[in-house]
Nanobody, 124 residues
Framework: QVQLVESGGGLVQAGGSLRLSCAASGRPFINYAMGWFRQAPGKDRMFVASISWNSGNTYYKDSVEGRFTISRDNAKSTVYLQMNNLKPEDTAVYYC?????????????????WGQGTQVTVSS
């Protein structure tokens, strides 16, 4: 089992920044690629970004590329999502997830473990 706990969400004005963190515990962190997903009210959960076990591969949703950066610190068993130039359409609950597919994946079905989510609200 892997336990994931997100933090860092909040309310920010458009154009602002937030950094989300996701702390993992349980099985060795390096065994997993990590992903961030988000779910806006009334919408399906969507892929945001993923990072391979060794940070060698990263993938982004088109609409966040260039604004968001995913990173990980394996010594701290933590994955981050730095979000800059936030827009109202980025408002959602953000979830981190872990997959045994060590290069990462855009597909939520590939992820075995999920955090409880953290709310990000961007005001216009």
């Amino acid at each position: 089992q892997v336990q994931l706990v997100e933090s860092g969400g909040g309310l920010v004005q458009a154009g602002g920044s937030l950094r989300l963190s996701c702390a993992a515990s349980g099985r060795p962190f390096i065994n997993y690629a990590m992903g961030w997903f988000r779910q806006a009210p009334g919408k399906d959960r969507m892929f945001v970004a993923s990072i391979s076990w060794n940070s060698g591969n990263t993938y982004y949703k088109d609409s966040v590329e260039g604004r968001f950066t995913i990173s990980r610190d394996n010594a701290k068993s933590t994955v981050y999502l730095q979000m800059n130039n936030l827009k109202p359409e980025d408002t959602a609950v953000y979830y981190c997830a872990a997959t045994g597919l060590r290069v990462g994946s855009r597909y939520d079905d590939d992820y075995e473990y999920w955090g409880q989510g953290t709310q990000v609200t961007v005001s216009s």
